[in-house]
T-cell receptor
Framework: TQLLEQSPQFLSIQEGENLTVYCNSS?????LQWYRQEPGEGPVLLVT?????EVKKLKRLTFQFGDARKDSSLHITAAQPGDTGLYLC???????????FGGGTRVLVKP | GAVVSQHPSWVICKSGTSVKIECRSL??????MFWYRQFPKQSLMLMAT???????TYEQGVEKDKFLINHASLTLSTLTVTSAHPEDSSFYIC??????WGYGYTFGSGTRLTVV
C-alpha cells in the first residue's frame, strides 16, 4: 500500500507570514495533486504536477514536485485569512488510477 | 472545467434504513468514479472504485454488501448504504476524472450522512 505522509498536521500562523506544507512518500507517483477543502465541502483541485523537479506557481502559492517524483511541497507566501482550510496532497501511481491521499494539513491564518 | 455533482448534500435517516447517494459527471463522461469516506478532521479514505458496466472494486476492509455501488451509465454512479447504523454516519465524497482535462480529479461537494 502506498503511503503519503503529510506534515505538519496543523499549522497556525499570523496573516502575512509564510508557510510550507510537505508531502513525502517512498513510492514514485506519475502525478501528484494538491487540494484545498473547506468544512462540509468536497476538495477543490489547486494544481497537478507530473514532471520531476517541476515548479508551479498559482498567485501566492508555489508547488514543487521532487526530482524523483516521490515528494512535493506547497509554499504559501504572505498568507491571508482566506487561505485557511485543509490542504491535501494526493498521488496517483499511473494516469487514471485511484488517488492515495496524505493525512492532510489544517492551516489556520489569523488576522 | 469538469464538474461533478453529488446529491443529496445531507441526509438524516433512521437505523436500519437504506440511503442512496448519487454522483454525476455533468459535462464529461467517466468510465471510472471513486467513492471516499471522510471522518471529522481526517483525510479522505478511498472506499471503492466504481467501474461503468462492471462490478466495483472495493478497498480492503470495506463491506461490499453494506456499500452497494452501481455505475450504470458513463455519467452516473450511485452509492447505497444499506441497513444503515449510527457508525455509518460520515461525510461521503465521490470523484471522477475528465481524461480530456489532464491529470486532475474533480470531486463532488460531498454528502453528510447522519444515522439516528
Amino acid at each position: 500500500t502506498q503511503l503519503l505522509e503529510q506534515s505538519p498536521q496543523f499549522l497556525s500562523i499570523q496573516e502575512g507570514e509564510n508557510l510550507t506544507v510537505y508531502c513525502n512518500s517512498s513510492s514514485v507517483f506519475s502525478s501528484l495533486q494538491w487540494y484545498r477543502q473547506e468544512p462540509g465541502e468536497g476538495p477543490v483541485l489547486l494544481v497537478t504536477v507530473v514532471t520531476g523537479g517541476e515548479v508551479k506557481k498559482l498567485k501566492r502559492l508555489t508547488f514543487q514536485f521532487g526530482d524523483a517524483r516521490k515528494d512535493s511541497s506547497l509554499h504559501i507566501t504572505a498568507a491571508q485569512p482566506g487561505d485557511t482550510g485543509l490542504y491535501l496532497c494526493a498521488g496517483a501511481e499511473a494516469a487514471g488510477n485511484k488517488l492515495t491521499f496524505g493525512g492532510g494539513t489544517r492551516v489556520l491564518v489569523k488576522p | 472545467g469538469a464538474v461533478v455533482s453529488q446529491h443529496p448534500s445531507w441526509v438524516i435517516c433512521k437505523s436500519g434504513t437504506s440511503v442512496k447517494i448519487e454522483c454525476r459527471s455533468l459535462d464529461f463522461q467517466a468510465t471510472t468514479m471513486f467513492w471516499y469516506r471522510q471522518f471529522p478532521k481526517q483525510s479522505l479514505m478511498l472506499m471503492a472504485t466504481s467501474n461503468e458496466g462492471s462490478k466495483a472494486t472495493y478497498e480492503q476492509g470495506v463491506e461490499k454488501d453494506k456499500f452497494l455501488i452501481n455505475h450504470a451509465s458513463l455519467t452516473l454512479s450511485t452509492l447505497t448504504v444499506t441497513s444503515a447504523h449510527p457508525e455509518d454516519s460520515s461525510f461521503y465524497i465521490c470523484s471522477a476524472r475528465d481524461e480530456g482535462w489532464g491529470y486532475g480529479y474533480t470531486f463532488g461537494s460531498g454528502t453528510r450522512l447522519t444515522v439516528v
